[in-house]
């Protein structure tokens, strides 16, 4: 029986339509996951509903998240359909999805976001050929008025920033999916900072030269920086994507439209950022209204009960 390793080499050879890295990382990531689920090297035979449901079962049961769970069933499934349509395996899939729990995401306070805006602009040292004060203070600044993903924001390259007019193409391939570009406008804060980062010569053509690359290294600095800030630190919550979440929620708060700033393809995309505490914090639309008491009639009330009246 064929392993499962081969035809998932064999199917990433002519899926044109799964060109990224980290993509094609994900795909086998989840084989290698379900050959540790199965202790032993699954073949195509395992493509079947039972096992598969055990393996999502099992990684939630392991203290996973049901989305992560659905993500890497999404994955195998791709695979098996696209065995089943070529006649490698006999049946579809008739798989479901786990129930997810709707997110509640946390955004960044205002008191908060000026406390780690000043924790930035108080490093030290240097990162690469920067002063580690200007390298935060642009990065933040870049997220506050993008709410990009960390992914593409290192990967922004000088060539794509104007700063004549303030802006910033990011061209899609660098984004999450790899189809929507985005064009960005910059506050005079932001072009201010790049204008001093890209003042100074750069090997890589990045804007944000740094000495590493691992996301582990960022992370053990970047909670430095939170932690001087005198903010909490929650892992896999405080990250880069807490200001993206900011961001978002921002926008809804101030009456914007979240959903068409990130071009994202469905409404519920953009709920899964939005800090619903802040947004009925404000007020607008949100019930309970302080005006409207148990006796107030609905807008409109009399004037159809006496039209019906008369």
């Not at 980290?22 to 509903?49: C, G, I, K, M």
């Not at 933040?140 to 794509?160: K, M, N, V």
């Not at 807490?242 to 700033?261: D, L, P, Q, W």
């Amino acid at each position: 029986m064929q392993p499962l390793t081969e035809l998932l080499e064999h199917y990433l050879s002519v899926s044109p339509q799964i060109a990224k890295h980290t993509t094609r990382e994900h795909y086998w990531r989840s084989v290698r996951q379900f050959a540790a689920h199965l202790d032993r090297e699954p073949t195509v035979a395992d493509l079947n509903d039972d096992a598969i449901h055990g393996f999502m079962i099992a990684a939630v049961r392991d203290g996973l998240a049901e989305a992560t769970a659905n993500q890497r069933m999404k994955q195998l499934r791709a695979l098996w359909e696209w065995a089943a349509r070529r006649r490698l395996v006999d049946q579809f899939p008739t798989l479901k999805k786990m129930v997810e729990p709707e997110p509640l995401p946390v955004a960044w306070r205002p008191d908060e976001l000026q406390r780690l805006f000043a924790a930035c602009a108080a490093q030290t040292g240097w990162i690469g050929p920067h002063q580690a004060a200007t390298w935060w203070l642009a990065l933040h600044w870049w997220l506050y008025d993008t709410g990009e993903r960390a992914a593409a924001t290192f990967s922004l390259r000088r060539e794509w920033v104007d700063l004549a007019s303030g802006t910033v193409r990011v061209p899609a391939k660098t984004r999450k999916g790899g189809r929507k570009a985005m064009v960005y406008r910059l506050r005079p804060e932001t072009v201010a900072l790049f204008t001093q980062m890209m003042a100074l010569p750069s090997d890589s053509g990045l804007i944000w030269d740094r000495p590493w690359k691992e996301w582990q290294c960022f992370y053990k600095r970047y909670r430095r920086v939170v932690q001087a800030a005198g903010l909490p630190w929650a892992k896999r919550k405080t990250g880069l994507h807490k200001m993206r979440v900011t961001v978002f929620t921002m926008i809804e708060a101030h009456g914007g439209n979240a959903t068409t700033f990130a071009r994202h393809s469905h409404r519920s995309v953009t709920e899964s950022y939005i800090d619903k505490a802040i947004i009925a914090a404000c007020g607008a639309g949100q019930w309970p209204l302080e005006a409207v008491r148990p006796d107030s009639p609905p807008p409109g009330f009399w004037k159809r009960l006496w039209g019906r009246a008369g």
